[in-house]
């Protein structure tokens, strides 16, 4: 019988967080997280500013530009790079 491993180390932890934060963790990650936490205050504390940020952004009303405007402005750049490397 195989041992089940609860206890994670910090970088897996940071790591599960960034992953809860895009909702791409499995709940056995998310509670190994929760143990991490009770006992690791620097990963608190990373895990509150990862949720700081994800709030904020989440109520940025961010317009991105459109796929067109993306390349067409590309296109412009890459016209101008070749004119002044010439």
Request: positive net charge; charged residues 35%.
């Amino acid at each position: 019988m195989s041992k089940i491993k609860v206890i994670i180390p910090c970088d897996e932890a940071n790591h599960v967080c960034d992953k809860t934060q895009y909702n791409d963790a499995t709940l056995w990650e998310k509670i190994k997280l929760n143990i991490h936490l009770i006992y690791c205050k620097a990963c608190r504390k990373y895990t509150a500013n990862n949720s700081k940020l994800t709030k904020t952004i989440k109520k940025a009303d961010v317009e991105c530009l459109s796929t067109s405007s993306k390349t067409e402005m590309k296109e412009k750049f890459e016209k101008v790079l070749k004119e002044v490397s010439n």
